[in-house]
């Protein structure tokens, strides 16, 4: 079941609170409504649902794990068992985000026909060039995202993600110096940090940049190299740059002067006390909430306008960006 929002305030609170499930209509309750094999992404099939006396038409909803969520819930509670961090309420959605569930989500992201669904349309190279024209270039989705946050950690799954990630933002490695199209297995035996930028008191912000097999699209390797993906994020915990806040159970708030709850009035925020602005201090006393806002997103925009000065053409940095199916045994 997918959310139609009615305002931005319903879209900010489910992205929100959202964790590690979803809603899903009870299988027994979707085939009496007529749902089945002919439902595709293809079809025009609506589901008969009788529409009570206000003119609703209510369906039962159980709730769904989502397995990708799972496992990168897993991955949190390893850190916390390594760190010795208990009791902990690390989670999903407070302590690890997931980059492209808001903005930019793809079922599957290929210019090559599917040998093991062949309804599935490829893109062609001039669609997926203007689709990361639009929405990485232009609109700056996953880089909003990223300077907006500023992770400690950086994860990046899979090979395709790996190589349109070092090769759209090479001119901010300061560590490791990662080349597009290096195998995954080479990328995780160093250390790799990207740089945010410089702040306006000229401190330098930046993070560390952990490759892994996709945990669902290749969960044989993710298994295997699973515990070097760990070791690495244990290693910036056990340097300071991931910081355990007892009191909350949480991971302590990295930079920036985060105001979604308030400002989008989800609620109030739950680290208010913890944050650390951007902004310089002297702006800080200034008695408009929009004054420190609009300084806080002047450093942002900064950070970010730098971001892909080094940048290769569309056609080059995606390249080699399709995901490979896998087939059956492998």
């Known amino acids: 079941m997918n959310p139609l929002f009615d305002d931005y305030q319903q879209y900010a609170h489910y992205f929100r609170y959202r964790a590690i499930a979803k809603l899903q209509i009870p299988e027994a309750s979707y085939l009496a409504a007529g749902g089945g094999p002919h439902d595709t992404p293809f079809s025009d099939f609506e589901l008969d649902v009788p529409a009570d006396e206000q003119g609703r038409r209510t369906v039962p909803v159980e709730m769904q794990p989502v397995t990708v969520y799972e496992t990168y819930q897993a991955l949190l509670e390893a850190l916390a068992d390594r760190m010795g961090w208990s009791p902990h309420q690390l989670a999903v959605g407070e302590d690890l985000a997931y980059g492209n569930m808001v ?7 290929t210019t090559k026909p599917s040998p093991t669904d062949p309804t599935l349309p490829p893109m062609t190279d001039q669609e997926r060039t203007g689709i990361v024209t639009e929405c990485f270039h232009t609109r700056r989705y996953f880089l909003r995202q990223l300077f907006q946050s500023l992770p400690a950690v950086i994860l990046i799954l899979s090979q395709s993600t790996a190589n349109a990630f ?4 090479r001119g901010r490695f300061v560590k490791g110096a990662p080349q597009p199209d290096e195998p995954l297995e080479r990328l995780m035996d160093r250390e790799v940090r990207l740089s945010y930028g410089e702040l306006p008191d000229g401190s330098t912000l930046d993070a560390r940049v952990v490759f892994s097999p996709h945990i669902t699209g290749d969960p044989r390797h993710f298994q295997r190299a699973r515990d070097r993906v760990v070791s690495q994020i244990v290693e910036e915990a056990r340097a300071g740059r991931m910081v355990f806040d007892q ?4 991971l302590g708030r990295p930079p920036g002067a985060c105001v ?4 989008m009035e989800i609620g109030p925020c739950d680290y208010v006390d913890d944050l650390r602005p951007l902004s310089p201090p002297a702006r800080l006393t200034a008695d408009s909430p929009a004054t420190q806002l609009q300084d806080e997103k002047h450093v942002q925009a900064g950070l970010l306008a730098q971001a892909l000065e080094a940048a290769p053409p569309v056609e080059l940095a995606w390249a080699g960006t399709d995901e490979q199916a896998q087939r059956p045994g492998s």
């Open 247 to 250: 009191r909350s159970g949480h």
């Open 166 to 169: 070092n090769a759209e933002l």
């Open 260 to 263: 979604l709850c308030p400002m």
């Open 103 to 109: 903005a930019c989500p793809s079922a599957t992201w």
